[in-house]
């Protein structure tokens, strides 16, 4: 198959933040060192800590660091959603998600990028669960991590090994088939939501394997809501999707014997 002639190179790394004094000026340095053309958008939560104006300093310094200051705490899916649409009125080609405290190593990202024009994909995304993927987060996280998964596949048999990860690349002209206006989902809800979305729109999911360290510095923002907020959501989205598998079969059943009736007749 003949892959795509859209442009890929303009590329937009979405980052938001609520309190990563600590962590933001080096997981950005690292951006700016491993992909030099891509452009860094700071989306920060009004943090209290002084993340903003750190940030705002970095822009001040590097005219590819932009920053969306946001009027409060409204969560990481509410600012990648935000990022997404700043990225899309400016015409940026590619969208990423990378997260501020490390987990998300810019240093992986070529390989992102390379992936979705040597795969030919809408999203790509960096896979902890598959051949060459690993993590150093505690083993009660990395079990809560699997077992989301496995819940996810058994409910929803999405096609990729880690539905949760957020280390993820998408393509504009995906994100522009998709209604980012009715996206309500939160946390590990929101990686799976927009992998389905993806997936909808008719887009292609590819992934790679990345290292997935634990945060070193400052506070995880994961909660016991947030995870069965993704529960709930993907049980839901799981029932949806059978039914639609459910219809689909029956409609292919109804078209075979009609057309086999027609031959015979």
Known sequence: ????????????????????????????????????????????????????????????????????????????????????????????????????????????????????????????????????????????REMLSRLANIWIQVAMDLPVHDATGGFNAFRASILRKIDLNDVTSKGYSFQVDMTRRVIEAGGTVAEVPIYFPDRELGVSKMSGSIITEALVNTAKWGCQRRGQQVKQTGQKLVDDFESFNSRSA
Do not use: C
């Open 1 to 140: 198959m003949a892959q795509r002639s859209e442009s890929l190179a303009h590329v937009l790394v979405v980052t938001p933040t609520y309190n990563e004094a600590e962590n933001i000026e080096s997981i950005i340095g690292r951006l700016r060192a491993a992909v030099p053309n891509a452009y860094a958008l700071i989306a920060d939560d009004n943090s209290p800590d002084g993340t903003g104006a750190i940030a705002d300093r970095m822009a001040a310094q590097d005219d590819k660091v932009h920053v969306l200051h946001r009027a409060g705490k409204e969560g990481l899916a509410a600012a990648y959603l935000a990022g997404f649409q700043w990225g899309l009125e400016r015409g940026f080609d590619v969208v990423v998600e990378m997260d501020a405290d490390g987990s998300h190593q810019p240093e992986l990202l070529p390989a992102m990028l390379q992936a979705l024009r040597d795969k030919d994909a809408d999203m790509v995304k960096g896979s902890r669960w598959m051949r060459g993927g690993s993590t150093n987060q505690t083993k009660s």
